[in-house]
């Protein structure tokens, strides 16, 4: 949604004023549908020119996608305006990492203004898509608390050294469903990222992740009431920012 909060940043491409987000560690040659963003755009350019911003188009797009992939639906508020700018450090120090601990986990979602009940409901949106080999390495080769059979498997399409950027799904059960089998796959240890795999290793959050399990409808409702809480993080509204005609760069 934007680093400096739902305001579009991420979308715009590097300029000769700032390096923006797209090439930022967590996002290089990972974050992906940019295409599909512009032709969103241009179709409501066409209709109702300076109208739609592009912040708003991704949080329209984020809840459609989840209802079409067979998960909850929720309000998405609008009104949001898009920003003039992009910060690639802040993409670097302010997108959680693989790597963190539950502890950081928390402490990261808490500086944005989420809890940790947001933590990992949002962290359920990872019954969904791939990451990247080099994102995933070191648990399935370095770590214990995975599956021997399920970091065996995964071995095989991420050696120990090169294929960066092979893909594999974070969620191995059902991964292009939106369902709960994230959170099964957490109990018995098929967490694709070391910080997946911290929302179940003995920690606080194993109660709400255990409960997620067996009631897909209370996983709907606290994503959908996180995702939410999420698209209200720092919007531009009023006069604030503008309203791009092109979602990959400012007027």
Same mark, same amino acid.
């Given at each position: 949604?934007?680093?400096?909060?739902?305001?579009?940043?991420?979308?715009?491409?590097?300029?000769?004023?700032?390096?923006?987000?797209?090439?930022?560690?967590?996002?290089?040659?990972?974050?992906? %549908?940019?295409?599909? @963003?512009?032709? !969103?755009? *241009?179709?409501?350019?066409?209709?109702?020119?300076?109208?739609?911003?592009?912040?708003? !188009?991704?949080?329209?797009?984020?809840?459609?996608?989840?209802?079409?992939?067979?998960?909850?639906?929720?309000? @998405?508020?609008?009104?949001?305006?898009?920003?003039?700018?992009?910060?690639?450090?802040?993409?670097?120090?302010?997108?959680?990492?693989?790597?963190?601990?539950?502890?950081?986990?928390?402490?990261?979602?808490?500086?944005?203004?989420?809890?940790?009940?947001?933590?990992?409901?949002?962290?359920?949106?990872?019954?969904?898509?791939?990451?990247?080999?080099?994102?995933?390495?070191?648990?399935?080769?370095?770590?214990?608390?995975?599956?021997?059979?399920?970091?065996? *498997?995964?071995?095989?399409?991420?050696?120990? *050294?090169? %294929?960066?950027?092979?893909?594999?799904?974070?969620?191995?059960?059902?991964?292009?469903?939106?369902?709960?089998?994230?959170?099964?796959?957490?109990?018995?240890?098929?967490?694709?990222?070391?910080?997946?795999?911290?929302?179940?290793?003995?920690?606080?959050?194993?109660?709400?992740?255990?409960?997620?399990? %067996? *009631?897909?409808?209370?996983?709907?409702?606290?994503?959908?009431?996180?995702?939410?809480?999420?698209?209200? !993080?720092?919007?531009?509204?009023?006069?604030?920012?503008? !309203?791009?005609?092109?979602?990959?760069?400012?007027?």
């Amino acid at each position: 949604m934007g680093i400096m909060g739902c305001d579009g940043s991420l979308l715009l491409d590097d300029n000769a004023t700032f390096t923006g987000e797209k090439t930022a560690r967590p996002n290089n040659n990972s974050v992906r %549908g940019f295409e599909v @963003v512009d032709n !969103i755009k *241009s179709q409501l350019e066409s209709l109702c020119p300076g109208v739609v911003s592009c912040a708003d !188009i991704l949080a329209v797009a984020a809840r459609d996608s989840v209802v079409v992939l067979g998960g909850s639906t929720w309000t @998405v508020l609008l009104g949001r305006r898009d920003s003039t700018t992009a910060s690639q450090s802040a993409a670097n120090s302010n997108i959680p990492a693989p790597t963190l601990n539950l502890s950081a986990l928390i402490t990261s979602f808490s500086n944005q203004g989420l809890n940790q009940t947001d933590l990992v409901a949002l962290s359920g949106s990872h019954t969904i898509g791939q990451a990247r080999c080099t994102s995933f390495r070191t648990h399935i080769y370095n770590e214990t608390n995975i599956n021997s059979t399920y970091a065996t *498997s995964l071995q095989a399409n991420c050696p120990f *050294s090169g %294929g960066d950027n092979n893909l594999s799904p974070l969620d191995v059960t059902s991964p292009t469903v939106f369902d709960n089998e994230y959170y099964k796959n957490l109990v018995s240890q098929r967490g694709l990222l070391h910080s997946d795999q911290e929302l179940f290793n003995g920690g606080a959050t194993d109660s709400q992740v255990n409960g997620y399990t %067996g *009631s897909s409808s209370t996983f709907f409702t606290d994503f959908a009431n996180a995702m939410v809480k999420m698209g209200n !993080i720092s919007p531009l509204t009023g006069s604030s920012g503008e !309203i791009r005609t092109n979602c990959r760069r400012v007027n």
